[in-house]
C-alpha cells in the first residue's frame, strides 16, 4: 500500500472519507440493495452514538485535516424513525464537530436518502437547523411503486432548496432504458440538480453492465448529459484531475463503518457484508493488477484520469469484452469528436 500510495501520490485527494452505515433498516426494497432491510441491529441510541470512537481513532492516524462523512441507511429518515431519531442524529453531528475540533480537523457531514417519507416537514426542519443538504437517490427501476414515487417526487419540490445532489445507480437496467426510451423525470432533475451516475458494485442476483456497456453508457451521457459529474474529468480540458475520491480506499484515508462497528478500508465490503462467502481481493493486488493491465503510469490520459474505482471494475466483465480500458477510450471519443 505504501509503494502504491507512493505512486498515485500526485493524485489522490487532499481529504479523507468516512462512510457509515448507522443501520441497514429501510422502508424500501431496492433490488441492487443486498442490505436486510428488516435488520435492528444498530438501531440504538448506544450503536450510532459508538461510531464516534471509532472516528475519533481514525482522526488520530490520519495526517489530513479535512473529511467527509458520508452517513447513511438503510433509509435514516423514515416516517417511523423521525421523532425519536433525529435528535439521536443531532447528538452525533453534536459529538463529531467537537471531537473535530478538539483534533483540528474540518468535518462535512453528507447525509444520504431515498427521500420516500411523509413528514417532511421535520426533515426540512432539522436540516435547515444544522445547515445540511441531503444527497438523493434516485432509481427509475425496481425501488418506486407509483405511491413511492409520488411522495419522492413531492418531496424534491418541497427539499430544492436543500437538496445537494442526485445519484443514481448505473445497473444495466436503468442504463438501457435511459438510453433506448429515456426518462422525462431524469431530465428534470439533470437539468434543476447536480447528478452523478455511479457505477454499480456487483454481487450475486443483480446484472450489472459489462464494460462495453459502461463505455456505451459513457458517450451516450456526453452526447446528452454532459453536466453529469461523473463526466468532469472527460471534459473539463485540464491538464490534470485527481482520482475519484471512490478510489479513496485505495490509495486515501477512508473506512467504511458499518452497523456492528466494523471498520474496513474496503469499499466493496459496503455492498457486500451480507454475503460474507464471497471472496475479496486486497484493495491493493486489483489496483495492482488495473495499474498494470491497462499500463496506466504510461498513459497518455494518466494525469487527466479520474481512475474511477478499480476494485469495482475489477469485478465487472471479466471477459472484458471492450478492447482498452473505458477511462482511456473515452478520452479518446472525447478528443475525436468534440475537440
Known amino acids: 500500500m505504501d509503494t502504491l500510495s507512493h505512486i498515485l501520490d500526485s493524485k489522490i485527494p487532499d481529504k479523507g472519507e468516512i462512510a457509515i452505515v448507522f443501520f441497514e433498516n429501510c422502508n424500501l426494497q431496492c433490488p441492487m440493495c443486498p ?25 488520530s492516524n490520519s495526517s489530513r485535516s479535512y473529511f467527509t462523512l458520508n452517513i447513511m441507511g438503510g433509509e435514516l429518515f423514515q416516517d417511523s424513525l423521525l421523532e425519536k431519531y433525529l435528535p439521536i442524529y443531532s447528538l452525533f453531528i453534536y459529538q463529531v464537530s467537537l471531537l473535530s475540533q478538539e483534533m483540528n480537523k474540518s468535518v462535512d457531514f453528507n447525509f444520504l436518502s431515498n427521500l420516500v417519507f411523509t413528514k417532511t416537514y421535520l426533515v426540512e426542519e432539522w436540516l435547515l437547523k444544522h445547515n445540511l443538504k441531503l444527497s438523493v437517490s434516485y432509481d427509475r ?25 442526485i445519484s443514481i445507480v448505473a445497473t444495466h437496467d436503468a442504463v438501457k ?3 433506448t426510451i429515456g426518462d422525462p423525470y431524469f431530465n428534470y432533475l439533470y ?7 455511479d457505477h454499480l458494485v456487483p454481487f450475486p442476483g443483480i446484472i450489472s453492465p459489462t464494460k462495453k456497456e459502461l463505455y456505451d453508457f459513457n458517450i451516450f451521457l456526453l452526447e446528452n448529459y454532459p453536466k ?7 471534459i473539463n480540458q485540464q491538464s490534470f484531475n485527481e ?11 477512508y473506512i467504511l463503518i458499518t452497523p456492528t462497528d466494523v471498520s474496513t478500508t474496503c469499499h466493496i465490503y459496503e455492498n457486500s457484508f451480507q454475503e460474507p462467502s464471497v471472496p475479496l481481493a486486497t484493495s491493493t493486488l486489483v489496483t495492482e493488477r488495473f495499474l498494470n493491465e491497462y499500463k496506466c503510469l ?38 475525436s469528436k468534440w475537440i
Open 298 to 335: 504510461s498513459c497518455e490520459y494518466y494525469s487527466r484520469c479520474p481512475l474511477d474505482c478499480l476494485m469495482r471494475d475489477d469485478w465487472i466483465d471479466p471477459e472484458n469484452v471492450l478492447n482498452g480500458c473505458i477511462y482511456s477510450e473515452t478520452f479518446k471519443y472525447v478528443e
Open 141 to 165: 427501476h425496481g425501488r418506486f411503486n407509483k405511491t413511492d414515487l409520488l411522495i419522492f417526487k413531492s418531496n424534491i419540490e418541497k427539499l430544492k432548496d436543500v437538496i445537494r445532489n
Open 35 to 59: 442490505q436486510d432491510h428488516s435488520s435492528l441491529i444498530g438501531l440504538s441510541k448506544e450503536e450510532i452514538l459508538a461510531k464516534v470512537d471509532i472516528i475519533k481513532n481514525f482522526f
Open 228 to 234: 453529469c459529474k461523473n463526466l468532469t474529468a472527460f
Open 177 to 179: 432504458t435511459l438510453m
Open 243 to 253: 482520482m475519484n475520491p471512490e478510489l479513496a480506499q485505495v490509495a486515501s484515508d
Open 191 to 197: 437539468k434543476t440538480f447536480d447528478c452523478y451516475w
